[in-house]
């Protein structure tokens, strides 16, 4: 037998073992184009082929998914939170596996699975296989990964552009939400949680489905992506610069025991404002009050670093 006829079908048998994906690459994300090559080089070098797509609007992502779903056994992102959350309903639908490449600036979701944020690392996690199912946060039909929020938070999206994210990264971030800060006003709400109806006055409301948030705060000491609840926290304060104090507090997720903070856990929210307010989810605008907040307990199966 020659050499030839030997070799033609191990190449039928290696191209059968390969895996494919299906790839959308946000290339207006902070390092999206240059980082998402060289991951997809890596990804091929493992045996995964993908079937690659760069968007125009975050409404393109999500049909996309659904129409080449069959050609493929797991969808990678290359992007940040928004991004994400815009595969979301399409993951819902198919069931697919999430391959994270984080490309954005803050990066929250790949921070709370222990995803590293070096490219070819990242990469490295997906080839591996190892998954996880995560839940999935709803407010207003609207899914997300990390936190939604009303008040400084939202202020702060509805004031960060895309070109300040791109430029500055997280030193945009600080800028911009120190800018919010100093013309922040507290606002009247109606929070109904398991523990009944509490009327706040606060500068910011925060339901967390994850962990990380806001470029690794964290929403609560314990929170974790698949507890299968939500964690709520009202920031009641009567000074703004109070905060200053409260920093550490919030890189821990122990906010909750400062006196100012009113933090509870539940299945299910709601939030009624005497006007209607934006509400930010994972760092996009997406909905405003009156709000139901609600959780998906493990809805999503993500790529994820296996434990040692």
């Given at each position: ?21 299906l790839?959308?690459?946000?290339r207006?994300?902070r ?10 080089a890596?990804?091929n ?15 393109e992502?999500?049909?996309?998914i ?15 939170d ?5 595969v979301a ?5 198919t ?6 490449l984080?490309?954005g600036?803050?990066n929250?979701l ?6 590293p ?15 996880q ?16 929020s ?31 800060l ?9 929070i109904?949680?398991?523990?009944g109806?509490?009327?706040?006055k606060t ?20 929170a974790?992506?698949d507890?299968g609840?939500?964690d709520?926290y ?7 610069w109070?905060?200053?104090f409260?920093a550490?507090?919030?890189?821990d ?6 006196e ?6 539940g ?9 209607p ?13 009156p ?11 993500v ?6």
């Open positions: 037998m020659t050499a030839t006829t030997t070799e033609a079908p191990i190449r039928a048998a290696a191209k059968r073992l390969r895996r494919r994906m790839a959308v690459v946000n207006h994300s390092s999206g184009g240059v980082s998402a090559g060289i991951a997809i890596r990804l070098a493992a045996g995964v082929d993908l079937t690659v797509t760069s968007p125009h609007s975050p409404t992502v999500a049909p996309w659904e129409d080449h779903a069959a050609e493929a056994e797991a969808v990678v992102i290359a992007g940040g928004g991004s994400l959350n815009c309903p399409a993951l819902l639908k069931g697919l596996p999430l391959g994270i984080p490309t600036t803050a929250d790949a921070r709370t699975l222990g995803i944020t070096a490219i070819e690392a990242a990469a490295d996690v997906i080839a591996a296989g190892h998954t199912q995560i839940d999935l946060g709803e407010v207003n039909g609207h899914h997300f990964f990390n936190v939604a009303i008040g400084l938070s939202a202020d702060l999206a509805n004031s960060l552009s895309r070109e300040t994210k791109r430029r500055f990264g997280r030193l945009g971030y600080a800028l911009t939400a120190l800018r919010v100093m013309q922040a006003r507290p606002f009247h709400a109606e109904v949680s398991p523990e109806t509490a009327q706040v500068l910011q409301i925060a339901i967390g489905n994850g962990r990380y948030y806001g470029g690794g705060m964290a929403v609560e000491e314990s974790t992506i507890d609840h939500l709520l009202s920031l009641e304060l009567d000074r703004v109070k905060l200053l409260m550490k507090a919030f890189r997720g122990r906010h909750g025991l400062w100012e903070v009113r933090a509870t856990k299945l299910r929210f709601e939030i009624r404002t005497r006007r307010r934006p509400i930010n989810t994972d760092g996009e605008l997406v909905t405003f009050t709000a139901r907040f609600s959780v998906l307990p493990k809805a999503i199966t790529f994820t670093p296996q434990k040692t």
